[in-house]
């Protein structure tokens, strides 16, 4: 039982490059989320999805988009990098309501 | 707002001793609560989660938590704390119905545990 698979750990950017980062579950979640982690912030939300064909913003969701083509997938897209998406990256799924989340263990990205 | 404070950024406690890491949240009702664990360079682990019922609520590697209607509060504690406990803990509060169209966790900003041998 994998849990949630993130894919690279780590990855640098040149400004204005693109690049999508993988999350995959194999929980049969409907929930998925994708947050980012920069020191002593916290975690903030940038997008998330209920379920397949079903995306909507967090909190800071410029910068970046969704999809959800499928139950098991929801990759994250950076498109025209800057150096303020310079953060950990993390993925997240839930059955929801009480269940708590399980978190993938992040992608590291500099962008330069 | 929604909020949830961690109030200390860093606690440093000696191997063995007792530990209480403190969380605050605003909110109209009473949230789901969480607490979450990160090691360095980890994801994070649920240590637990309170719903409602008893306001004690146990999880996993020997910590407990307390939910304090009056304060609204929901602190982290354990007994003896072990230098494998040395990680960064979180605090977070969801929606009641946060499973559906509002969907997802707040998190504090985190407290950093140091352990003393």
């Known amino acids: 039982n994998a849990g949630v698979t993130q894919t690279p750990k780590f990855r640098i950017l040149k400004i204005g490059q693109s690049m999508t980062l993988q999350c995959a579950q194999d929980m049969n979640h409907n929930y998925m989320y994708w947050y980012r982690q920069d020191p002593g912030m916290g975690l903030k939300l940038i997008y998330y999805s209920v379920g397949a064909g079903i995306t909507d913003k967090g909190e800071v969701p410029n910068g970046y988009n969704v999809s959800r083509s499928t139950t098991e997938d929801f990759p994250l897209r950076l498109e025209l990098a800057a150096p303020s998406q310079t953060s950990v990256y993390f993925c997240a799924s839930s059955y929801g309501d009480r269940h708590g989340y399980t978190f993938g263990s992040g992608t590291r990205l500099t962008v330069v | 707002a929604q909020s949830v404070t961690q109030p200390d950024i860093h606690i440093t406690v000696s191997e063995g001793a007792s530990l209480e890491l403190r969380c605050n949240y605003s909110?109209?009702?009473?949230?789901?609560l969480f607490w979450y664990v990160q090691s360095p360079g980890q994801g994070l682990q649920l240590l637990l989660k309170y719903f409602s019922g008893d306001t004690l609520v146990q999880g996993i590697k020997g910590f407990e938590a307390e939910f304090k209607r009056s304060q609204s509060s929901f602190n982290l504690r354990k007994p003896s704390v072990h230098w494998s406990d040395a990680a960064e803990y979180f605090c977070?509060?969801?929606?009641?119905?946060?499973?559906?169209?509002?969907?997802?966790?707040?998190f504090g900003k985190g407290t950093k545990l140091s352990v003393k041998p």
């Open positions: 909110y109209g009702a009473t949230p789901y």
């Open positions: 977070a509060v969801a929606p009641m119905n946060y499973g559906g169209s509002q969907g997802n966790l707040i």
